[in-house]
């Protein structure tokens, strides 16, 4: 895919369900129904991406089944089983200013507002309270820490987030 139709991960198909080629959907959006506001999505196993089309779907326990076009039997339901679903990056939706996703943090570069630089983004956890930043040290950090973890908290810690110079700067001090 070109760098423009990057895909994004946000559910996986589990087994089939029933007999007439439904299958279990285990969605990975905040809002777990908010999966279904992508069509189509990209199926993917081993490295190779389908496109299929969502025909109906319902929730069913503590989860969803789908249906898709031309998946009618429970035997072409079964090659699908535990295969990734993504959706193409240009049909996520437009964060408010202010907003972003997580995976446009990552690799930013953090900075203390008076200006130590701290690393750089590495990943986000979510914590229940807050997301953290996972934040890799400069190899020179003068403070021998490799790792960092930040709390995302924008009324206190997170001072500005300049996605154009990708750089965040953070009320933070380095010696934590």
Known sequence: MSQEN???VVGKLGAPYGIKGWLKVHSFTDDPVGIFDFSPWLIGQQGKWQSLAVVDWRRHSKGFIAKFANIDDRDQAVAYT???IAVVEAQ???LPQGEFYWRDLIGMSVVTDKGYSLGTVDD????GSNDVLVV????NDGFGQSERLIPY??????KNVDADAREITVDWDPSF
């Open 153 to 158: 908290l924008t009324d206190s810690v997170i």
């Open 6 to 8: 990057t895909s994004i």
């Open 92 to 94: 996520l939706p437009e």
């Open 82 to 84: 535990n295969a990734e």
């Open 136 to 139: 890799k040290a400069n190899s």
């Open 124 to 127: 986000l956890m979510e914590t």
